[in-house]
């Protein structure tokens, strides 16, 4: 098992549909992350989870809601997108949350490629 | 704000052509700075933190090094294997006082395309 695994890899939605994406960390690590990749654009921070807790909302529109269900395993749940949410979502984690004493790294998997028509 | 600059945004070499990918920043409370490189269709990869000015990093044919300003990875003899998009960013310890402030900044990154 690789250590950050993303389902599905692929994911082509209407605005009208609900869709989940999934994420599941081999790794024991304690944060995990939700980040958004446009073209050309740094990684955008989403979400942050620290031990199954919410801890940041970097201004996420309400159609995007991530859940934790526990320390390995990272949803997001999509609902009503729109084309400019058409972008890579990779999900991360961390053995400690950034902005720790812990200078961790993410580790991240290979990312879910939404396209929203 | 914190800010980090990648340069250049694409860049092309021939196969054993050694070259340089620039990382410069302006933060204050610098922890740690990491290089990634992504692959197309892939997730970022960890390939090395710097901690201090000064500090080197070596993998294969990839060299980091840290200044109080910048970053640089230096590529020596590049193989088309190499060919990627590299990415760098920045981490800041994070004070109850830092509301609205990013722990880790990343650039836009430098795509890299290595030809036999």
């Known amino acids: 098992e690789t250590g950050v695994t993303q389902t599905p890899r692929h994911l082509v939605m209407g605005m009208t549909n609900k869709k989940s994406l999934k994420c599941e960390q081999h790794l024991g690590h304690n944060a995990m992350y939700w980040y958004k990749q446009s073209a050309k654009k740094p990684l955008e921070l989403m979400f942050v989870y620290n031990f199954k807790e919410q801890t940041e909302n970097n201004s996420v529109p309400s159609r995007f809601s991530p859940e934790c269900p526990n320390s390995s395993h990272l949803f997001l749940h999509l609902h009503t997108l729109q084309p400019e949410d058409s972008a890579l979502y990779l999900c991360?984690?961390?053995?400690?949350?950034?902005?720790?004493?812990?200078?961790?790294?993410?580790?991240f998997g290979n990312g879910t490629r939404l396209t929203v028509t | 704000e914190d800010q980090v600059t990648q340069s250049p945004e694409a860049l092309r070499l021939q196969e054993g052509e050694s070259s340089s990918l620039n990382c410069s920043y302006t933060?204050?409370?610098?922890?740690?700075l990491f290089w990634y490189r992504q692959d197309p269709g892939k997730g970022p990869e960890f390939l090395f933190t710097?901690?201090?000015a000064g500090e080197e990093k070596e993998k294969e044919r990839l060299k980091a090094t840290l200044t109080k300003k910048e970053s640089f990875l230096h590529i020596t003899a590049p193989k088309p294997e190499d060919s990627a998009t590299y990415l760098c960013a920045v981490q800041v310890l994070i004070t109850p006082m830092d509301t609205g402030r990013r722990a880790l900044t990343f650039g836009s990154g430098t795509r890299l395309q290595v030809q036999p």
């Open positions: 933060v204050s409370g610098l922890r740690g």
């Open positions: 991360a984690s961390s053995q400690a949350p950034q902005g720790a004493f812990n200078n961790s790294p993410l580790h």
């Open positions: 710097l901690y201090s």
